[in-house]
């Protein structure tokens, strides 16, 4: 099957950053550990990255551009990108899909269904640019999905929610009208909420699938690696491993987008710096006390602000801040010593 550039979603946005012909234009279909595998209007393909370039610095989903020998000369400015800040110590970004529309952020009917770890995918999706769907998968193996869905739907005005049976062709076909032909979409969650299954009936193939453990709903990584896939009604989809853990970092925007009716009133109170707990004129507290604001939105808003500044700062940042706080706590210790020796 012959495909064009616009069926691989190509825009005027893309097009802006071209000042030659477009002939070596490929889709990034997947990343290995020297090679990518591309797709184009040629077909399928792999390029090895030259002048500089690694394949840690390109992601699934980007737009790039080849010299006739096959080698990755460069990589074109992304329209959106998904990334969160990687395990660990260090303040590396781990980069999770480019050039994304639509984010399918998928959780189950079951314990798995977790409001906090949501708003964290709702924040990324709004700080990237993607347009948020909440799928929750197994509505079939649940007594009363209407439930989770007006639970899910508390967590943002004019939120999408979708329950469904990933089984079901109708209610596949439901998931994929939130993408168009020439769109991508990417599929995030965690391990055992169904994303093979929904991934099996989008792109019409039959990956094989996990269990999950009964006691407490966790599933086991079906997903090892990512990858663009077609949809069968012309849009593409990137598959995700499991994500458990969402470490934000560079969110505040999107942060302050999922809780915009809490920021809107911290912008109203009498002093700039307001801690929003006891000071005189705080909007926030008064919203809470007049019962128009959940306390617990503030709670969670405040959370995710102070660990996406955590998570923003450089090495050299956290370090000096490591430092500082060392050397209070010596300072703490001189001064206790010195009490005791009176």
Request: proline fraction near 4%; aromatic fraction near 4%; glycine fraction near 8%.
């Amino acid at each position: 099957m012959t495909l064009s550039l616009q069926d691989l979603g190509w825009s005027p946005f893309f097009q802006r950053q071209l000042d030659d012909d477009p002939l070596y234009i490929h889709r990034v279909t997947e990343v290995q550990r020297d090679r990518i595998s591309v797709l184009g209007p040629d077909g399928p393909s792999v390029l090895i990255p030259v002048s500089g370039l690694s394949t840690g610095e390109i992601v699934v989903g980007d737009w790039v551009r080849s010299d006739p020998n096959g080698h990755l000369t460069d990589i074109l400015d992304r329209q959106t990108l998904l990334s969160r800040r990687a395990a660990g110590t260090d303040a590396r970004v781990q980069l999770i899909a480019a050039n994304v529309d639509t984010l399918y952020i998928t959780t189950s009917c079951n314990a798995d269904f977790n409001p906090a770890r949501l708003e964290r995918y709702l924040a990324l999706a709004h700080d990237a640019g993607c347009y948020p769907v909440l799928v929750l998968t197994k509505a079939d193996l649940c007594d009363d999905p209407s439930e989770y869905v007006r639970r899910a739907e508390k967590l943002s005005p004019m939120l999408t929610v979708l329950a469904v049976n990933a089984h079901d062709p109708a209610d596949i076909e439901s998931v994929m009208s939130w993408t168009g032909k020439g769109q991508t979409a990417a599929l995030l969650g965690s391990s055992g909420v169904g994303k093979t299954t929904l991934l099996n009936g989008m792109a019409g193939i039959a990956e094989a699938t996990a269990g999950i453990r009964e006691d407490d709903a966790k599933g086991r990584h079906t997903t090892t690696s990512r990858a663009l896939r077609p949809m069968t009604n012309g849009g593409w989809l990137i598959d995700t491993p499991g994500m458990r853990a969402l470490r934000l970092q560079d969110a505040s925007e999107g942060i302050d987008a999922l809780f915009e009716d809490v920021s809107a009133l911290a912008e109203t109170c009498r002093f700039n710096d307001c801690a929003h707990e006891t000071e005189p004129g705080c909007a926030v507290q008064a919203a809470i006390a007049d019962g128009k604001l959940d306390a617990g939105r503030l709670v969670r808003w405040q959370k995710l602000r102070r660990e996406d500044a955590r998570n923003s700062e450089t090495i050299a940042q956290a370090r000096a801040r490591a430092k500082g706080f060392g050397k209070m706590v010596r300072e703490v210790e001189r001064v206790m010593k010195g009490t005791k020796g009176r």
